[in-house]
């Protein structure tokens, strides 16, 4: 089983496809099968076009791949489709998965991702495609591939050896934007509509790995509205939010390393789903004049009980 440290997926070159070859090399001659793969594919340089897998960490790939493309031509089309998946963050290791099919590092054995591989990346990555209305398909049916005990490609996100691991981010079905402050009754009326609103600050823990880690400030929660929720359970649920919607997070903050936001959303069973963000900066006026009028506003639905 290749292992590998944790790194950002187009960097993962050293230490995982280092350790690949010192497997191979101490596997012995290979053979027959070795002369039969050069006579029946062949190595090929990455294409710039090809932006699912160029500057993955090797520079070529086989052709026929694993999914039996016959052409570069076909490849990058066919691998082009899975690029929105990636924009939506649902696996770190997604990235290394399709690449290790689509574009296969040219050695003398064919080297499948292992079957712990694909099942990771199918948990995270299977109901965001079903929001959009694409199943799983059976081309990348997990069973395929070989167990973790063979020769395989294995997950670099995850330290084995880990006690405790934390929740592999998971992107949301829904688009998550930083919104602009419009006017203070427009987001007075979204407060309102909304289960809970709070506002918080956001730190980014580290800047290494494709999908950031995003903490809470426990100092820097103002509570505005607390709806179904306790107020003492709010952190925890919004740390929640923070560690499974790496989607969302990400877009909130825009690249900084931390923020102050005003968010409002709902509450989903076990979990909460933010809906609209806005950024708590002195220009944001609308947005201040907002959360002062709010202590002293009531939403449509206070002001019919009163009646």
């Not at 500057?55 to 489709?81: A, C, W």
């Not at 296969?104 to 990555?125: F, M, N, Q, T």
Request: some cysteine.
């Amino acid at each position: 089983m290749v292992t590998a440290h944790r790194r950002h997926p187009s960097r993962v070159g050293g230490p995982w496809l280092l350790g690949l070859t010192v497997w191979l090399l101490l596997w012995g001659s290979p053979g027959a099968w070795a002369s039969y793969l050069r006579r029946s594919s062949s190595c090929m340089p990455i294409p710039h076009r090809m932006a699912l897998c160029y500057d993955i960490g090797y520079s070529e790939m086989r052709i026929p791949n694993l999914l039996e493309h016959e052409t570069m031509t076909e490849v990058i089309q066919q691998s082009s489709s899975w690029l929105p998946l990636l924009a939506r963050e649902c696996h770190p290791d997604a990235r290394i998965f399709l690449c290790s099919l689509f574009a296969p590092i040219c050695l003398d054995r064919l080297i499948y991702p292992c079957r712990s591989l694909c099942e990771a990346v199918k948990r995270s990555c299977a109901p965001v495609m079903a929001c959009y209305g694409y199943p799983w398909p059976e081309i990348l049916n997990c069973n395929k591939f070989p167990a973790d005990h063979e020769l395989c490609i294995a997950a670099v996100s995850m330290d084995e050896n880990a006690s405790s691991r934390r929740t592999v981010p998971r992107a949301s079905c829904k688009d998550c934007e930083l919104e602009e402050a419009s006017t203070a009754r427009e987001i007075l009326e979204s407060l309102c509509a909304n289960d809970f609103a709070v506002k918080i600050r956001i730190l980014r823990k580290n800047t290494t790995t494709s999908i950031s880690d995003f903490d809470l400030d426990p100092s820097r929660v103002e509570v505005l509205k607390h709806g179904p929720l306790l107020r003492t359970e709010i952190p925890s649920r919004l740390q929640q939010w923070l560690d499974i919607d790496a989607t969302c997070a990400h877009n909130i903050m825009r690249g900084t390393h931390a923020g102050v936001f005003v968010v409002s959303g709902e509450v989903q069973s076990d979990k909460v789903v933010v809906n609209k963000a806005y950024a708590w900066q002195k220009r944001n006026r609308n947005l201040h004049q907002a959360v002062r009028r709010w202590k002293h506003h009531r939403c449509p639905e206070q002001a019919g009980r009163k009646v």
